[in-house]
């Protein structure tokens, strides 16, 4: 079916396996003896480059009828890597095997495609340092990294100022070969995944929260049980048919197996104050997520609305679609506070700006606020779309060919391999 200004979506929806989840589980069970099951692991590209990464550091990791099986070695034993390790396009994978390795007796340098040689590493190398590792930027805060572990970290207190699952997740992992207590003290909107498996795994780890912060105590005195791990579908992936559903009125899409863990469908929540109609269903916990269906029946258009900057961690990575909804929402949408969304595969607050005025939508930035002037006329599209390979700009503006006279050009298509490699076969599979 051709997707554009006619299609609705319809149907029933199994979304990819959760990026950050994968990511997480291949290396946690990386860190375990004995023999866990991986079973919906996302095979993007971000993750793989993270599972040849986890091999090439010890890890023996097989593919059986769509099932990983991984035996891992305990905290503190990597192996020596014989080769530079290789993380594509993926921050959460290099920045979370830095904080891995920098507890442990080895060297390794790591490196990236031209998006994440553009990256900060700092904002995780400047803790980790504390430990004792030894750590080399290229100009002092982009990859490659060059690091010379430390066997024997000490155990800190940790205040993180940026609201970062990334900074995070790296200090928790160094954290799992130093003896002691590792106390974390920062923002409660970040993703919790690394707390969550940890917990499952059987490992001492508590975590408190107040209004606006969460404090983590890890105490090194048990090693991690292996485990057997259904990666729940992402929620982040999924947030595209999920606001294409909500964009087109008589959508009607019921998706399966969701991951709904509070610190990541704060775009659900938009949605629903825009007027998206959501409904949760059969909630379940698996190994302390919560995961869950959905149904969607859109019956009307959607409205503007003005997100809090405090919010923004909480759908960081869903701000690009959201701007394709506020755009065909009737009046003025504000997203304040968007400064990480400048350090991601792009610079995305640019990007969805620049994109958004090609396709003929009003929209500005002033300062970190993104401006967006929506309205339920169609948008003249036919634009390029300059995506610089950011998937996630890609996927958003694709979607944008619902709200658009004319469809828009998509030049090289094969980003979406980072993250949603089936995005296209989904798109065709759920629009009538
Ligand atoms: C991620 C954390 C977020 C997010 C990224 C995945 C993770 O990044 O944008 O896509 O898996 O920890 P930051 O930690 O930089 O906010």
Redesign the pocket.
């Known amino acids: 079916m051709p997707f554009n200004k006619n299609s609705i979506i319809k149907g029933i929806y199994l979304p990819p396996g959760d990026?950050?989840i994968s990511?997480r589980i291949l290396i946690m069970t990386g860190q375990t003896v004995g023999k866990s099951k991986i079973t919906n692991l996302l095979e993007g590209e971000d993750v793989i480059n993270t599972l040849k990464a986890m091999r090439q550091l010890g890890s023996k990791i097989k593919k059986k009828k769509e099932k990983y099986y991984v035996f891992g070695v305990p905290p503190g034993s990597l192996f020596q890597p014989k080769r530079s390790l290789d993380f594509g396009n993926s921050?959460?994978g290099i920045r979370l095997i830095t904080g891995l390795i920098s507890s442990n007796n080895i060297k390794a340098n790591l490196f990236g495609d031209k998006s994440l040689s553009k990256r900060p590493m700092k904002r995780v190398t400047q803790h980790l340092s504390r430990i004792g590792a030894k750590i080399k930027l290229r100009k002092g805060t982009y990859p490659p990294i060059d690091i010379k572990g430390t066997g024997n970290g000490i155990p800190l207190s940790y205040n993180i100022t940026i609201?970062?699952?990334?900074?995070k997740?790296a200090i928790m992992l160094s954290a799992l070969n130093t003896n002691g207590t590792v106390k974390i003290k920062e923002f409660k909107t970040?993703?919790d995944h690394t707390e969550n498996m940890l917990k499952s795994m059987g490992y001492n780890i508590k975590v408190k929260e107040n209004k606006s912060h969460r404090f983590i105590e890890m105490r090194n005195n048990k090693e991690l049980k292996n485990i057997n791990y259904n990666v729940p579908g992402d929620p982040s992936s999924a947030a595209f048919l999920i606001t294409a559903a909500c964009l087109k009125v008589g959508s009607k899409l019921t998706v399966k197996n969701i991951l709904i863990n509070k610190t990541r469908i704060g775009f659900i929540k938009t949605l629903k104050i825009m007027g998206g109609n959501i409904r949760v269903i059969n909630k379940r916990k698996i190994h302390n997520e919560l995961i869950a269906d959905l149904k969607i029946e859109q019956k009307k258009n959607l409205n503007p609305i003005i997100l809090e900057s405090k919010d923004v961690?909480l759908q960081?990575?869903e701000i690009p679609i959201l701007s394709i909804a506020a755009a065909f929402a009737t009046g003025l949408t504000i997203f304040k506070g968007l400064k990480?969304l400048t350090v991601?595969e792009s610079n995305r607050l640019l990007l969805i700006n620049h994109n958004l005025r090609k396709i003929g939508v009003k929209s500005e930035i002033k300062k970190y606020d993104l401006y967006i002037y929506g309205n339920q006329k169609l948008k003249k599209g036919g634009a390029i779309i300059n995506h610089q390979n950011d998937h996630r700009i890609l996927m958003s503006f694709f979607i944008a060919n619902l709200i658009c006279k004319k469809n828009n050009i998509v030049l090289d298509k094969t980003c979406v391999n980072t993250s949603y490699p089936t995005f296209f076969r989904h798109i065709s599979k759920l629009t009538y």
């Open positions: 990026k950050s990511h921050g959460t609201p970062s699952a990334q900074i997740s970040t993703r961690p960081v990575d990480e991601k």
